[in-house]
């Protein structure tokens, strides 16, 4: 059934409601791309004005990552945004365990060099069309587990690394997400039930904070020190002539962490990253078509869309930012509002990479307690997970076939990275040749990150133990 569309795909809405609807976009996204680097800074061990800038290197990303996206030549030209992947959250979480003793800074080097090297091969993966082959191996069975075990392995971060800090603000946070998604039934507090639940967590936290109920080591407690240093903006504009300012953009953009290092351990660590969000991809392009109210995507569409995913993925390591995906809440804004219109995702696109170069901002979300971040982690992880099972329901799950390989593959991918990890020397024995002990180390990286087992697990199952189409869930709508 078609949508009623309020403007379509190729339609160019006034430019107040392009502007408004722009900034609503970025507003849906912001909570999300936030909360990304909010994990890794202080995984790193980035002080606040250091998780500042790679937040601002985030938005940047994100902001260019859109816009390659959503055109028509290098990308799937559909109205989809680009923001920061939970997808990528367990596989950096490995290269932060690799390289975090050597400072922040080479983490993100490594990080860098690892996006730009995965994000090559996902392009010519994409652009050379090899993805139609990789699809009809992904069937709902492998893309259930593997969505699963993103969500569910990152319980600990959620819960022990930030929530139990301090469980009021934690626990608040969860509520008022529960509120203003599900009790209160008005469109726009929807739509931002998480933006809403931590911004007003955050204040009371402010206030308690500068009334001295929460001291400095109280978790809850918010420092505005760094807010005061930073910069209003980012960079130092020497000249208003447009190839001056382009200089001192790219002066301050690219490379903003030093010159990538490549290593197969950080390469091998992403590549369960690259192929979630391969996976997180395609079924968001048809999502978003058919919010849109336009037919599913061709292979084309979905090749050059995957080819921009790379692409962006490269970028993002050249501009010290994380990986990227496409945001399935932004497509649930256009089939709520109405409004699919190109011109206005890559308006907010814009004005993603314009906030990216306020300071201040940056700085301001930087100063985020760990428990208010934690109840966000617990909603939105837990959702992730959900949204697995969902993907379930399009294969037959009341097949014995599909209920043994979906356990087993969602059980490996929970119960092997922890043995995995605790015994590292079998895969890199000190005795072994350099040769052996790299490639034993890329063995190890990809064993220890959840979703890159879930994903084995699963495909290896699902291809060799015979079942019919319909059991798999191939070419089957969402019930």
């Known amino acids: 059934m078609a949508r009623q569309m309020v403007y379509g795909i190729n339609d160019r809405p006034p430019l107040l409601i392009t502007l408004l609807s722009g900034a609503q976009h970025v507003l849906t996204l912001f909570g999300s791309t936030t909360l990304v680097p909010l994990i890794f800074g202080p995984a790193m061990g980035m002080d606040a004005l250091q998780i500042a800038s790679l937040i601002s290197c985030v938005y940047f990303g994100m902001g260019v990552a859109t816009l390659i996206q959503t055109s028509k030549r290098l990308g799937s030209g559909l109205p989809i945004v680009q923001g920061s992947s939970f997808s990528f959250i367990p596989s950096v979480m490995t290269v932060i365990a690799l390289?975090?003793?050597?400072?922040?800074?080479?983490?993100?080097?490594?990080?860098?060099?690892?996006?730009?090297?995965?994000?090559?091969?996902?392009?010519?993966?994409?652009?050379?069309?090899?993805?139609g082959y990789i699809r009809k191996v992904i069937t709902p069975v492998v893309i259930g587990p593997v969505i699963m075990a993103i969500g569910f392995s990152l319980a600990g971060t959620a819960v022990q690394g930030n929530a139990a800090n301090y469980w009021p603000a934690s626990l608040a946070v969860v509520i008022l997400i529960f509120l203003f998604s599900l009790v209160l039934k008005n469109r726009y507090i929807n739509i931002f039930a998480i933006l809403l639940a931590i911004v007003i967590t955050y204040c009371v936290?402010?206030?308690?904070?500068?009334?001295?109920?929460?001291?400095?080591?109280?978790?809850?407690?918010?420092?505005?020190?760094?807010?005061?240093?930073?910069?209003?903006?980012?960079?130092?504009?020497?000249?208003?002539?447009?190839?001056?300012?382009?200089?001192?953009?790219?002066k301050e953009m690219v490379f903003p962490w030093g010159v990538p290092k490549f290593s197969l351990m950080s390469f091998a660590a992403l590549l369960a990253g690259f192929f979630a969000t391969m996976i997180e991809s395609i079924g968001d392009y048809h999502s978003v078509s058919y919010?849109?109210?336009?037919?599913?995507?061709?292979?084309?569409?979905?090749?050059?869309?995957?080819?921009?995913?790379?692409?962006?993925?490269?970028?993002?390591?050249?501009?010290?930012?994380?990986g990227t995906t496409s945001y399935t809440e932004n497509i649930g804004l256009i089939g709520l509002t109405g409004v699919a219109s190109r011109v206005v995702v890559r308006t907010g696109a814009v004005i993603l990479i314009l906030m990216s170069f306020v300071g201040k901002l940056s700085a301001l979300i930087a100063t985020m307690p760990s428990p208010i971040i934690g109840g966000a982690y617990i909603a939105l992880f837990g959702t992730i997970g959900a949204m697995g099972i969902q993907v379930l329901m399009r294969a037959d799950m009341s097949s014995q076939r599909n209920i043994l390989i979906v356990g087993f593959a969602f059980l490996m991918a929970l119960g092997l990275p922890g043995w995995v990890e605790a015994n590292q020397t079998i895969f890199m024995n000190p005795e072994s040749s350099q040769l052996m002990q790299t490639l034993g180390g890329m063995i190890w990286a990809v064993l220890k990150t959840p979703m890159a087992v879930a994903g084995v697990c699963a495909a290896l199952c699902d291809s060799l133990i015979p079942g019919t189409d319909e059991e798999r869930g191939i070419n089957v709508q969402p019930k």
């Open 99 to 131: 390289y975090k003793a050597s400072g922040p800074e080479t983490v993100m080097q490594y990080l860098g060099g690892g996006l730009i090297a995965g994000g090559i091969i996902l392009s010519i993966i994409g652009y050379s069309k090899i993805v």
């Open 205 to 250: 936290c402010l206030a308690l904070s500068i009334n001295g109920v929460f001291g400095p080591e109280h978790p809850a407690y918010i420092n505005l020190a760094s807010v005061k240093q930073a910069q209003w903006l980012r960079i130092s504009i020497n000249s208003l002539l447009p190839k001056e300012i382009i200089k001192d953009i790219a």
């Open 291 to 322: 919010a849109s109210g336009v037919s599913d995507p061709d292979s084309e569409t979905i090749s050059r869309g995957i080819g921009a995913e790379g692409l962006c993925c490269a970028l993002s390591g050249v501009f010290g930012s994380v």
